[in-house]
């Protein structure tokens, strides 16, 4: 059976949620048991938002493929088993990218090369490679970043205005805006959204959903206010009214609002009750919580909330399997010093995370809180450079290497312990040398890891550069180090844990983008578990 098509475009404002919504429609065709496929269709020139500031773009979630990717491939990983390859994110730059390729091989020859045909088939072809990963997908949803109006976006919208037109039935639109309240006014108003709607009809889009985000639910007057200036369908004016207490209730209140009847109809799916329990189950846990426990994140890049944003995720399902609700307190790593030690404005958490990062700001920040965390028998989480910061810590206070570093910070330093392969090797930059995606992870029976994942083999996924350099094991596991993972084939070492203390555990992967709410990820409830251990011990 050929596969259906949902696209989700964005009106009036950005930041309207369109991957939570997107993630959640498929959680909910999901519950109905349908198959469900998701692509996120990005304007912009970068080939991979694996080069952008995180200041800008917020997170680059990595898949199991190793693809640099947009942070909404995390919101659909949460919510769904959608296949999250490179085949999920595709960018502008890409497209263009093998176009022009294509026009310098002489693949074109004779034509000129223009938008349409050749930018949008290419479109079209990349829509259809995320339908065809798997032959069983009955849907696929096509996410399209930014807003509509945008000039650049006009490409990948007349790409799916013909990919609809040559597949009648097939396809339905849904268009995600804003109505805002206007306090002044003391009233929803619709205006923004007739406005985006028309524009996107210029394009030659007709929307068969429009989905409202606003404050508190829309009245059946303003819905039909909708429907009537826009002609959308009355029943596909629908509401996303703001959620309350936690991100994962978005399925069950679009549920409410019959988003799957509708999309079953319009589409001529079969209809069958979502089943969404274990989302419910989630929700009743979030509301009720037993306890609670203060997690201080200690980074560069705190002060944008979307930069780490799978972290905050897999914290919370560590929070929320544990019956807990979690406050997470942020720090920047290059502001927590005074006087060389950490700052007194840091302390009274319940434990510490150092997330991944680059270069060199807050470096010593980063090192002195695994140092103040190792003292005080803190819990402390290092998760890629933090398990880096965890090391040389450790090295410099227990080991009594006084020069350890990364060669990531010092070049030139004396004891490299944390450095690039090829510094190691003594092999020139071969180029392209990030380590990307998933790897195996082998753990030693009787370690703290092995206790938490209860078996003998993971694959977690990776992004970074700079690795520990096994030249140091020897002496660091004298001093009381642990590296208890390894990745076998190239004997590189992916965990490490502090013998000793109740936590001091780091990753040189990203186990975040492996959690869900539904499948929390078990070393996030480990640690969750031990900052609840760490404040009744201090609270008596
Ligand atoms: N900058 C470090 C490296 O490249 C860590 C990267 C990260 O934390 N993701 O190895």
């Known amino acids: 059976m050929q596969p259906k098509y949902l696209f989700v475009t964005g009106g009036v404002v950005s930041s309207l949620g369109k991957g939570l919504t997107t993630a959640s429609i498929g959680a909910v065709l999901e519950g109905m048991g349908l198959k469900v496929a998701i692509l996120k269709l990005d304007p912009y020139l970068n080939v991979d938002p694996g080069t952008m500031n995180p200041f800008q773009h917020g997170e680059v979630y990595v898949t199991d493929d190793g693809a640099e990717a947009d942070l909404d491939l995390g919101h659909y990983f949460r919510f769904t088993n959608a296949p999250l390859t490179r085949s999920?994110?595709?960018?502008?730059?890409?497209?263009?990218?093998?176009?022009?390729?294509?026009?310098?091989?002489?693949?074109y020859l004779g034509q000129t090369v223009q938008v349409i045909p050749h930018i949008t088939d290419e479109i079209k072809q990349r829509i259809l490679e995320c339908a065809r990963q798997d032959e069983t997908t009955d849907i696929v949803l096509v996410e399209i970043g930014g807003t509509v109006g945008d000039i650049e976006s006009l490409p990948i919208l007349e790409a799916i205005r013909q990919f609809r037109q040559q597949r009648p039935g097939e396809c339905l639109n849904l268009h995600l805006t804003y109505v805002p309240y206007l306090e002044a006014a003391g009233e929803v108003k619709t205006k923004p959204t007739q406005h985006s709607v028309q524009t996107l009809r210029s394009i030659g889009i007709i929307p068969d959903i429009i989905l409202c985000r606003c404050?508190?639910?829309?009245?059946?007057?303003?819905?039909?206010?909708?429907s009537l200036f826009c002609s959308v369908e009355r029943g596909a004016v629908i509401d996303a009214a703001d959620v309350k207490q936690t991100i994962y209730e978005l399925p069950l209140r679009l549920h409410e609002e019959g988003i799957d009847q509708l999309i079953c109809k319009l589409l001529k799916l079969q209809h069958c009750e979502s089943d969404l329990s274990p989302w419910k189950e989630i929700v009743r846990k979030v509301s009720h919580p037993t306890n609670s426990v203060t997690v201080g994140v200690i980074g560069k890049y705190v002060t944008h909330q979307d930069a780490y944003k799978s972290l905050y995720e897999a914290l919370n399902h560590g929070a929320i399997a544990l019956g807990l609700s979690l406050q997470i307190k942020t720090f920047e790593a290059d502001k927590v010093l005074k006087d060389g030690t950490v700052d007194e404005s840091l302390k009274g958490c319940d434990g510490y995370l150092v997330p991944g990062g680059f270069g060199e700001r807050g470096w010593l920040g980063k090192i002195e809180s695994a140092k103040y965390c190792r003292e005080k028998k803190i819990p402390y989480f290092g998760i890629c450079l933090g398990m880096q910061a965890l090391v040389i810590e450790f090295a410099r206070n227990v080991a009594g290497i006084k020069e350890a570093n990364s060669t990531e910070v010092d070049p030139t330093t004396h004891a490299p312990l944390i450095s690039l392969l090829s510094e190691q090797e003594g092999v020139a930059e071969l180029g392209g040398t990030m380590r990307l995606g998933a790897y195996p992870c082998l753990i030693e029976e009787g370690s703290r890891a092995y206790s938490i994942y209860g078996k003998p083999k993971i694959y977690e996924r990776h992004r970074h550069r700079y690795e520990f350099n096994n030249r140091y094991t020897d002496s660091l596991e004298r001093a009381g180090l642990k590296f208890s993972g390894l990745f076998e084939e190239r004997k590189l070492v992916e965990i490490a844990e502090v013998e000793g203390h109740p936590w001091m555990i780091g990753v040189q992967y990203h186990p975040e983008f492996l959690s869900k709410p539904t499948e929390p990820h078990p070393l996030f409830i480990s640690f969750v578990q031990a900052m609840l251990d760490y404040k009744t011990s201090v609270n008596g």
């Open 215 to 226: 404050r508190t639910p829309l009245s059946q007057e303003i819905k039909d206010k909708i």
């Open 88 to 107: 999920a994110n595709v960018t502008s730059g890409q497209i263009y990218n093998s176009v022009l390729r294509r026009e310098r091989k002489g693949d």
